[in-house]
């Protein structure tokens, strides 16, 4: 059972404190030692999310390489978020949703159409959030740098057998998780617009990023 922690901080001293809207991408930087919190407004939200080193995006966050090392396939808190290089990117240091995937990767028309079938094909995704906001920024990423991401908050059971299951969402409006910062980090966000997934209850919701100087 994971081990749920809050966090200290306040939103009325965070020094920025922004909604993204349902199916909605963002980027943004984070300074090395500054905290970063996700809010799951209204819940069962799922929050893909990439983080590159903001001075050389080539090293990117490692969903194997994180495994690995903290020895498990869940993030919560403790869990070190390790690059392609090694290096710890952030770590996560409060979580009260206690559960986020780093297996189930993010949805594309591709998966899509695999999963739900055909007609699925058109709908928003987002690995077409990914591309569009790599596209947007001149700063050296490309649809090869889109290697697997976290879902935060987003629940993907591992079966004794080793199936994955994409089942309902554990975490409920207002719940979060929030990482500091090792290194200055470029974080790339789809606030996933999925309708076919009972993770997020076939229903997209807004989220809140919260950033405080430690
Ligand atoms: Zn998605």
Known sequence: MAQLTESPRRPERALLDTTVLAGDGHTMVVKKGQIFR??????????????????????????????????????????????????????????????????????????????????????????DNFLRAIASLDIGLEKRDLASNINFFMNVPVTPAGKLTFEDGISAGGKYVEMRAERDVFVLISNCPQLNNPCNAYNPTPIRLLTWNG
Request: charged share 20%; aromatic share 6%.
């Open 38 to 127: 996700i809010v799951d407004l209204e819940g069962n939200q799922a929050v893909d999310t990439l983080f590159y080193n903001a001075h050389d995006p080539v090293e990117r966050y490692s969903a194997v390489d994180t495994i690995r090392e903290q020895g498990n396939i869940y993030l919560t808190t403790g869990s070190r978020l390790i690059s392609s290089e090694g290096n710890v990117l952030l770590t996560i240091v409060a979580d009260t949703c206690g559960r986020h995937d780093t297996l189930g990767g993010a949805c594309a028309a591709e998966s899509n159409t695999v999963r739900y079938g055909q007609h699925t094909k058109h709908m928003h995704s987002c690995r």
